[in-house]
C-alpha cells in the first residue's frame, strides 16, 4: 500500500526563509526564529539545510508524493512552511489538502480534550486517512 502523509505544524524549510518566521514571531507563543534556530543545529548536526530532504517547502520536487495532509495554526512562525509545501505540492500535481485553523498554538493537536479546535483537527485527519487508505485499499484490490 502506498504511502499518506499527515503532518501536525511541521518544520519544512531547515533554511527558516519563511516570512511567517518574522511575522509571527511575538505571535506565536511557544516558538522563536531563536529557538528553533538552536534546535534546529542541534538536528542537522553541521549539514547543509539547503538540502530537498530538509528544506522541502523550498527545495523538493513533489511530484509524485503520497497524498498529504498538512495542518497548522495561523499564529506559527512555521506557518509559511506548511503554506509554500502546499503550493509546490498542488503545482506538481499532488493530492494536499492545507488545513489552517486560526488562532492557536504550534502543535495544536495534542491538546485534545482541551480545545475544540484539536478535537475537530483530529476529526479531519482522521477523515483524510480514512478517505486516503480506503482509496488506495480499492485501487489495489481492482488491481489484482
Given amino acids: 500500500m502506498s504511502a499518506v502523509n499527515v503532518a501536525f505544524s511541521p518544520g519544512l524549510d531547515a533554511t527558516r526563509t519563511g516570512e511567517s518566521m518574522d511575522t509571527k514571531a511575538g505571535i506565536d507563543p511557544l516558538l522563536s526564529r531563536e529557538a528553533v534556530q538552536q534546535t534546529g543545529a542541534t538536528y542537522l548536526a553541521g549539514a547543509d539545510p539547503h538540502q530537498p530532504l530538509l528544506s522541502p517547502a523550498v527545495l523538493a520536487d513533489p511530484t509524485g508524493f503520497p497524498p498529504i495532509l498538512l495542518q497548522v495554526g495561523t499564529n506559527e512562525i512555521l506557518l509559511d512552511d506548511s503554506t509554500r509545501m502546499a503550493a509546490r505540492a498542488s503545482a506538481a500535481g499532488v493530492d494536499v489538502i492545507?488545513?489552517?485553523?486560526?488562532?492557536?498554538?504550534?502543535?495544536?493537536?495534542?491538546?485534545?480534550?482541551?480545545?475544540?479546535?484539536?478535537?475537530?483537527?483530529?476529526?479531519?485527519?482522521?477523515?483524510?486517512?480514512?478517505?486516503?487508505?480506503?482509496?488506495?485499499?480499492?485501487?489495489?484490490?481492482?488491481a489484482r
Fill in 98 to 142: 492545507l488545513d489552517i485553523t486560526a488562532d492557536v498554538p504550534h502543535v495544536f493537536q495534542s491538546f485534545v480534550g482541551m480545545l475544540d479546535e484539536a478535537d475537530e483537527a483530529l476529526d479531519r485527519a482522521a477523515l483524510f486517512l480514512r478517505q486516503r487508505i480506503s482509496a488506495q485499499s480499492a485501487v489495489h484490490t481492482n
